[in-house]
């Protein structure tokens, strides 16, 4: 089995109010949560489909794909080693350690991974 599950797909919006209510109101998708007027993320059955403003948003104007791992900085290390590109070097953020990174064919992954809580 893989080290790397994909979790989340995201998409860029410039206004969180009218995406949630599109996804909720016109496919019926239930809201998870929202992180003020910049995030949200919607049920999306096997994954998590995931709207982000340009402040919150790892690419803005691009889809990215969330792929949970337990090793971010390996996982961004192997992307640059093979073709790919890191676009943001791993970090810590309020609730995990994230990378951002291109593939080989210039398509956003975010390696992410959740910090301990105290």
Do not use: C, W
Not at 16 to 28: C, M, P, R, V
Not at 71 to 93: P, Q, T
């Amino acid at each position: 089995m893989s080290d790397y599950d994909v979790r989340q797909v995201v998409l860029s919006t410039d206004d969180l109010d009218a995406s949630i209510a599109f996804y909720t109101e016109t496919l019926g998708m239930k809201l998870k949560f929202r992180d003020g007027a910049h995030y949200a993320q919607l049920d999306g059955g096997s994954i998590s489909l995931a709207l982000a403003t340009p402040v919150d948003h790892p690419i803005p104007g691009k889809i990215a794909v969330g792929v949970k791992t337990a090793d971010v900085d390996a996982a961004a290390a192997a992307v640059a080693e093979n073709g790919g590109a890191i676009i943001k070097e791993a970090y810590n953020d309020a609730h995990e350690r994230r990378a951002v990174v291109y593939d080989n064919q210039g398509n956003g992954i975010v390696f992410y991974s959740p910090l301990p809580r105290d």
